[in-house]
């Protein structure tokens, strides 16, 4: 593999993001992590104009003009690009289609001056790219995937570094499934990668594609810095599909039973979700159409406070119906409506939640984790003396004076209710706050209303020492 490319002489501007990311990563499990994942194909193109042709990509320049302030302003702090084709890539050099090498150096660099780091996925197993036909659709995978020899590990390794030292990219992504049949060779490889990356490069994340939750282990033992956990998604999915008269036999997919949570999972909503007749993200949920809207973001707060890092694929934030697809962009004609625009804002406001809220990146401790006869999910986040109370109601219906036991007693602020008319909910209950209650034995407990498929969060708040210092 010849990595002697002759590079243009690009003059980096990003050292004030290059200072952040190495302070960030001191302790990778408080950072909190919100990647958007993007095909720069078909995020937007030329005039709206369908890619099938060739002949409508915006080049990288344009795209960062759009990109940055529409990442800013929902709240993503990472973008992992999508390779040209999603089992064979050529590694060595950006794709061209955007523009050359240079301007992809450019491309980063606005991306790291705005405050936004660049992951790129790693395709590590593929045949040698002189046997590549042009009509890729021609292979199978079992063509695709073969076990990898000797060379890899020493080839994969330098082939990652030559992108991070080169094109200062943030972090690796790389698909590791695809090889369980071969564990201690792969390993072997991931772990040389991994160890030489952290080793020369100690603020570059790596992580690994899982869609079997029971490699977590395996991938955390070749030292990935996070772990793409794909089957928690699917299981989220798969309740939010489900009719809610008939979660409670399906509540174990909302509580996680028997997966692992972890500060060094990534939680994911991927392109691999939304296509090939697996529908839009919004489309999955069951019911009509404003059940689908309130299904989601009830779904969505419980995986925004749940432990982990989070991702999402680019249209699920504003509520795409349309499946992806590579020739056309996405359906930016969707905010012409109202509850897609007030699901932009959701979104917007719950990522932004996300990111200034320390207690998402604590400890979770279960207020009720068994309550599939109501379809309702509460929790207490906490980190260094802060807490933060998450309830769901999954059900379909609205429940009254729902008792939530907490720790303190005191007066709790709804700091995000999903069922707000601003985000095109109800606005059933618009409590915004709740003093606790106690019980004969003695305990707390706050008395909520819960809309139907919402999702509340609360802190508790001392009103009398705020008068005091104020």
Known sequence: MDLNLELPKFVWSDENW???????????????????????????????????????????????YELIPYMKEMG???????????RLETVLEPDPRFGSSEDFMAFVNALHRSGIGVILDLITLRKHINEIPEDLEELSDEDIFNIPDADLCSELSANAC????N???????????????????????????????????????T???????????????????????????????????????FRRYHHDKVVFKNKELSDRMIIPVTHADVEGGRKALLDKMFGLYEDKFS????????????????????????GQFREWDRTNQLEWFMLDYDMHRKLRTFVADINDFYLKTPEFQGDIQWINKIDSDKNVVSYLR????????????????????????????????IILNSDEPYYGGSGVYRTQSVHTDTDINGGHYLSLNLAKLSGLYLRRTDRDLKAVLS
Not at 76 to 82: K, S
Not at 162 to 165: F, K
Not at 295 to 318: D, I, Q, T
Not at 382 to 400: A, L, P, R, T
């Open 18 to 64: 290059i200072v952040y990311r190495r302070n960030a990563m001191i302790d990778p499990k408080t950072l909190p992590l919100n990647i958007y994942e993007i095909d720069l194909g078909s995020w937007k193109t030329r005039y709206g104009k369908t890619n099938k042709y060739g002949d409508a990509f915006l080049n990288y320049g344009e795209i960062s």
């Open 76 to 86: 993503y702090t990472h973008v992992v690009i999508l390779p040209r084709n999603c």
């Open 162 to 165: 030559y992108w991070i030292e």
């Open 167 to 205: 094109y200062h990219i943030d972090g690796i992504r790389a698909e590791t499934d695809c090889i369980y049949g071969c564990e201690v060779e792969s390993a072997d490889m991931f772990r040389s990668m991994n160890n030489d990356i952290h080793e020369k490069y100690p603020d570059i994340i």
């Open 207 to 245: 992580i690994a594609m899982l869609t079997d939750n029971d490699k977590v282990s395996y991938a955390e033992n070749c030292n990935f810095t996070f772990v793409q956990n794909s089957q928690i998604a699917h299981d989220l999915f798969e309740y939010g599909s489900c009719d809610p008269y």
């Open 295 to 318: 299904c989601y973001k009830a779904l969505m707060c419980h995986e925004m406070a749940m432990p982990g890092k989070k991702m999402m694929f680019m249209g699920s934030e504003f």
């Open 382 to 413: 906490k980190y260094k003396g802060g807490e933060v109370v998450c309830v769901m109601n999954f059900s379909g219906v609205d429940i009254g004076n729902y008792y939530v036991y907490v720790d303190r007693p005191g007066t709790y602020d």
